[in-house]
């Protein structure tokens, strides 16, 4: 059959499960054959409905917190910001850690577009050979179409602004197209770029040839990833380097639905993190006092051990927990709580959004419960 | 990986012609190549030969998981990106709407193929590197970041 | 004769990013050629690296850690000493072994 992968914010429809998995990378084949999750109560075995009943029993009248939500569908999520204003909860994702908001108002490229007119791609601060692995062989640098039918070689400019040599800043390094620039300083880049454009010297001599590559086509864009995102405390400058260059911007998020989780906040609350019960926005330097004030935690579709400071995950860990994931996780592994196991999303139906905004029907191709059955169960008990 | 003069040092350089060969040295060469094997040496499976036979089979196994163009693949630095996939002239031509584009080869019998999360030989018939009008073509090789796709004569 | 850089301490520039082939039970990490030579180390061998808390990394000589001292996979082992920054400095020495996942 064939199945979207949701293994990263690629979402690769072409996928084929059959005997053996065909197309996906070594992140897609992990998430379809890795090992399920079991359902279970404090590391027994149970049925279903008996977690559910038990996870209803845990978050009635207390203090709960929901977090995850990156790797599940959007209908899913948006029935835990319902859960969450039904039960005055806290929700949150990883999206604290970043500065994103900003970021997603200033003018992006749908891939498909990229992948037959594109020229220059800049991965600022990313390493899509790990986080999102088909990027730059499905969109960006390799395909022959529309426009670009030379491919790499004559039809498209590699340019990687890292601290370190990442494997993609080894092709970019190596590729007579393409632009290794080692940065130790976002800001000091956008103003090298702003620099050479105003006719001044400036830190990282490389740009001058990146902004004489710009010219040469119309459509170019900066791939930012955590690096950038993350390091930026504000777009403002960044905004600019934007409108003098043309470039567009794509965030190159790598949980697989990491921005529709964004965008269904954004405008369901207007923040990326929400405490109901005290109905405002949950700012980074109250994150730390939400998990300690929490009975309950809601976990969905992560494993809060690999992707969390261990000073938040370990206050996770001795709270009461629910656990709705479908891989094996540390979390469940190490606590004693409610363990619910779902089909992964690749088989679950539902939609997703890429990183680039365009969203993806996943076709529903298995019985087994989903995250947002289970969601849907835990509202209605 | 071992070169010629290297294996010809481990043979018994009699120049015996059991072979097939008439010399050692052609022989050690038509091993490399795969063309020969070990045990088409009779004189190495007589007992004096046989610590030296051990080492010889220990430095054709390397060349054992070469295939027929010199192709190796290191599953373990592999993570599927389908870089060499898409890379491929020879699959740009065959399949110009899948593999052309980026997305996964769908012809029959690819020179390669991303399978359960790594790349995987399937048809070296196909390759720019095999047949009589081979080119020294290196593509796949040079957009592995990894490093996991490496030729024999490189090795 | 005397080991004498299993004794000593030293400060490393240190970046968590994702990495698909490091990622598992046993704790894994990347360091550069200069680091290496700096601990003592060939190709491969075990760190500690001390943070908030300590962490025991199985280590290999890598070119992917140019530009920076070690690079740790994000995950369990390094979510134990990042905290909110993915780039920062802590103090490394060599050990015996690699922490696992109990």
């Known amino acids: 059959m064939r199945v979207v992968c949701t293994a990263c914010s690629c979402l690769c429809d072409d996928v084929l499960v059959k005997d053996k998995v065909y197309h996906a990378c070594r992140k897609g084949f992990k998430l379809i054959k890795g090992e399920r999750e079991e359902t279970s109560i404090n590391g027994e075995k149970s049925s279903l409905e008996e977690s559910i009943k038990v996870a209803r029993d845990l978050i009635d009248g207390k203090k709960l917190l929901i977090f995850g939500l990156d790797n599940t569908t959007c209908e899913a999520q948006e029935v835990a910001l319902k859960i969450a204003k039904d039960f005055e909860a806290t929700i949150l994702d990883h999206s604290f850690i970043y500065n994103i908001q ?31 692995p088909r990027l730059l062989s499905r969109f960006i640098y390799y395909p022959r179409s529309g426009k670009r039918q030379k491919g790499y070689e004559e039809d498209r400019f590699l340019v990687v602004a890292d601290l370190r040599k990442s494997e993609t800043a080894k092709i970019a390094e190596k590729s007579k197209s393409g632009l290794f620039i080692k940065i130790d300083n976002d800001y000091e880049l956008i ?51 934007i409108e003098k260059t043309g470039v567009y911007f794509v965030p190159t998020l790598n949980k697989a639905n990491h921005r529709g989780y964004i965008e269904m906040m954004i405008k369901k609350t207007g923040f990326l993190a929400y405490d109901f019960k005290e ?7 109250k994150i730390l006092n939400a998990f300690k004030d929490c009975d309950v935690a809601l976990i969905v579709a992560s494993d809060p051990l690999r992707t969390l400071p261990y000073e938040l995950s370990k206050i996770l860990t001795e709270k009461k927990l629910i656990i709705i994931n479908s891989l094996k996780s540390i979390i469940a592994k190490i606590t004693k709580s409610v363990v619910i196991s779902t089909e992964i999303s690749p088989f679950s139906g539902g939609s997703m959004i890429r990183c680039d905004g365009v969203k993806v029907q996943i076709e529903r191709q298995s019985e087994k419960v989903s995250d947002l059955d289970v969601l849907k169960m835990l509202m209605e008990v | 990986m071992p070169n010629p003069m290297e294996i010809y040092k481990l ?92 997305r996964g080869i769908e012809i029959d019998e690819p020179i390669l193929r991303i399978e359960n999360g790594v790349v995987v030989v399937i048809n070296l018939s196909l390759c720019r590197r095999y047949g009589k009008n081979r080119t020294l073509c290196v593509i796949c090789r040079e957009n592995c970041p990894t490093d996991a796709i490496a030729f024999v004569e490189e090795l | ?100 996942i109990s």
């Open chain 3, 1 to 100: 004769m005397l080991d004498f850089t299993k004794l000593m301490k030293f400060e490393a520039k240190i970046v968590v990013v994702d990495d698909i082939l490091l990622d598992g039970e046993v704790a894994r990490a990347l360091i550069s050629k200069e680091f290496a030579k700096k601990l003592g180390i060939n190709k491969s061998g075990f760190i500690k690296i001390i943070r908030n808390n300590s962490v025991c990394f199985e280590v290999k000589v890598s070119e992917f850690a140019d530009g920076v001292d070690v690079v740790l996979p994000s995950g369990y082992f390094s979510a134990k000493l990042h905290g909110m920054d993915k780039v920062f400095l802590a103090e490394v020495e060599k050990c015996e072994s690699a922490d696992t």
């Open chain 1, 279 to 285: 109905d405002t926005n949950l700012s980074k330097d």
């Open chain 2, 11 to 102: 043979l018994p350089k009699t120049n015996c012609g059991k072979c097939g060969e008439k010399t050692c040295m052609s022989f050690a060469f038509k091993l490399l190549n795969g063309e020969k094997k070990l045990e088409d040496c009779k004189p190495l499976y007589s007992k004096e030969y046989d610590v030296i036979r051990k080492k010889l089979e220990e430095l054709i196994s390397i060349v054992e998981k070469a295939k027929e163009t010199g192709l190796i693949i290191n599953e373990e630095l592999c993570i599927g990106c389908a870089n060499c996939v898409v890379s491929c002239p020879v699959h740009v031509e065959k399949d110009p709407k899948n593999a052309g584009i980026g």
């Open chain 1, 102 to 132: 900003e970021f997603l108002k200033l003018p992006s490229i749908k891939l498909e577009k990229f992948r037959d007119e594109g020229y220059v791609s800049i991965f600022w601060g990313s390493n899509p050979h790990n986080s999102m």
């Open chain 1, 191 to 241: 103003k090298s770029f702003i620099r050479v454009i105003e006719g001044k010297a400036c830190k990282y001599l490389e740009v001058a040839k990146v902004l004489k590559e710009l010219e040469k086509a119309e459509i170019n864009a900066i791939f930012g990833g955590g690096g950038l995102l993350r390091n930026l405390k504000d777009a403002k400058l960044f905004k600019e380097l």
